[in-house]
């Protein structure tokens, strides 16, 4: 069973919401960080991206950077940009994008439902990043970026939030990016817990997205635990800051590849060697996006092609039958000679959002092949996390991503 608890959340006055609220840290790069901060003043990229405050020559990682993070926290809160809520609420939070709503809750995780894999994971974290997370939320003493989580709808919960959508609510408005994000609080007892015993009949929950930053939430949980060892379990370190979708709910974009080269082959010889174990139909000048599990898109030399993976290369297995999964074992590894793609130089990683033009692009310019993928879905995800596997790299892209600055969670 899950335990998700309402906290007493630190939010943005109504009236500067939109221009708190910030993309999450690790999208962009220092100076795209540093031209978002410039530009508006009052985002939270200030805080998840202090090193925005120091000079370009800087290291990001200094001691310095964190306690700045943390002096900026304190004193937007002091300001009053950022209000303490003054009891424990859970929030609904809908975002939408091209007309199309999603709408999560956000209350607190427990770390133990990690720690015991009630709260799932499909991707491994790497040290560095953890690390830098870890040292932002010990010293700012909160967490300031939401982990998105998933769920398998709850007849129970579905009511509560469709009943508080019909109230008015806390924040409304529309991003530069479009996307429109539509908060409202949740605090009638009644409804905290329904909401509460609701998730305690879910057997499990998952990481969509944020991997490294629930790792070092944890990680800053048990440092805690050590510093306190008369802790109860209830005090906040041992919880952090979540969104909650149901599966329902969401959409995964298709995550596609492009590659430098073709390995030394010729067009000809190349389309010959992925015929072992593709069926290759050429399309024309016409962007193909795929439109169904095991079917490919291929841009070479200004003309598409649909590859349809052989009937002997599929597999039932959670991860090797991925779409991911069979392009890398069929086609980059064995003909393209890319068996790593988290280092390896030769290929990139563009996310749907983007669409098929800019495959086209790269394709033209600094890369020479593209390839479109069909989605890899919220199911698939699932069974996964519940075979204890991990995704291959590169499998999922979540749009629209959550805002940081909404909700801050402090622990204490």
């Not at 109504?14 to 708190?20: F, L, N, Q, T, Y």
């Not at 605090?187 to 930053?213: K, N, P």
Request: overall charge negative; glycine content about 6%; aromatic content about 10%.
């Amino acid at each position: 069973m899950a335990t998700i608890r309402p906290f007493n959340a630190v939010r943005p006055r109504e009236d500067v919401a939109s221009k708190v609220a910030a993309l999450p840290y690790d999208v962009y790069n220092r100076q795209e960080a540093l031209e978002e901060v410039l530009k508006e003043p009052l985002s939270f990229l200030k805080i998840d991206r202090a090193e925005t405050q120091f000079a370009e020559d800087f290291n990001p990682y200094d001691a310095k950077v964190y306690e700045k993070a943390r002096e900026l926290l304190q004193d937007m809160i002091e300001e009053g940009v950022l209000v303490k809520e003054g009891k424990d609420c859970y929030y609904v939070y809908e975002l939408t994008m091209d007309g199309r709503a999603q709408t999560g809750l956000v209350g607190c995780a427990a770390i133990d439902d990690y720690l015991n894999n009630v709260i799932k994971k499909h991707e491994k974290t790497r040290e560095d990043k953890e690390i830098d997370r870890i040292k932002h939320v010990d010293i700012c003493n909160a967490q300031t970026g939401p982990i998105f989580l998933a769920y398998r709808s709850q007849e129970t919960i579905n009511e509560v939030v469709e009943g508080v959508k019909k109230q008015a609510p806390l924040y409304d408005f529309i991003a530069p990016d479009g996307v429109r994000h539509t908060v409202w609080k949740i605090d009638r007892t009644s409804d905290l817990e329904t909401i509460y015993t609701g998730f305690q009949s879910i057997q499990s929950v998952y990481i969509a997205d944020g991997h490294h930053r629930t790792a070092s939430a944890v990680k800053v949980g048990l440092k805690r635990r050590e510093e306190n060892p008369g802790y109860t379990g209830n005090e906040e370190f041992n919880f952090f800051l979540s969104v909650l979708f149901p599966h329902d709910q969401l959409m995964i974009l298709d995550y596609n590849r492009v590659v430098k080269d073709l390995n030394g082959y010729s067009k000809e010889e190349f389309l010959t060697q992925i015929a072992n174990s593709f069926l290759v139909e050429e399309i024309g000048a016409e962007p193909y996006k795929p439109s169904e599990k095991a079917a490919f898109g291929m841009y070479l030399e200004g003309v598409w092609y649909k590859l349809t993976a052989k009937d002997e290369i599929r597999s039932t297995d959670p991860v090797e039958g991925l779409d991911v999964a069979l392009l890398q074992n069929y086609l980059l590894a064995p003909v393209l000679n890319i068996k790593d793609i988290r280092t390896d130089k030769r290929i990139d990683f563009v996310g749907g959002i983007r669409g098929l033009k800019e495959l086209e692009k790269r394709a033209n310019s600094d890369m020479r092949l593209a390839f479109s993928m069909f989605p890899t879905s919220i199911n698939e995800l699932f069974a996964v996390s519940d075979a204890g596997q991990l995704m291959p790299p590169k499998s999922t892209w979540f749009e629209p991503k959550l805002r940081s600055g909404l909700f801050i969670h402090e622990l204490g």
